[in-house]
């Protein structure tokens, strides 16, 4: 069964950092672009960060400067690394991904979702 699984959340302080990570699990025979996205109950599901599989990047202008989304194509592995971190980045962090299963096309996969929580 192919599925995405997330880890690496927590709580930290303000200014405090941590690195979610997710992977590709199952009968996965590619993986496309990858994208982190966060939601907040009673608010918009915001993308949060998109990689491709060159390793090209995006990231939203609210968390420019202070998260890095990197992959290790090997490992079918999407990583978010998260620096300064701010009480308004508390969300649950959804890993998304276009993965080429076997009915031998890419579908969009998600994460059941991991909690951050930044707080004082």
């Known amino acids: 069964q192919v599925q995405l699984v997330e880890s690496g959340g927590g709580s930290v302080q303000p200014g405090g950092s941590l690195r979610l990570s997710c992977e590709a699990s199952g009968t996965v025979f590619g993986v496309n672009t990858m994208r982190w996205y966060r939601h907040v109950p009673g608010n918009r599901r915001e993308l949060v960060a998109t990689i491709t599989r060159s390793h090209l990047t995006d990231v939203a202008d609210s968390v420019k400067g202070r998260f890095t989304i990197s992959r290790d194509n090997a490992k079918n592995m999407v990583y978010l690394r998260m620096n300064s971190l701010k009480p308004e980045d508390t969300a649950v962090y959804f890993c998304?991904?276009?993965?080429?299963?076997?009915?031998?096309?890419?579908?969009?996969?998600w994460g059941r979702g991991t909690q951050v929580t930044v707080s004082s």
């Open positions: 998304n991904a276009e993965l080429l299963d076997s009915t031998g096309e890419y579908r969009d996969y």
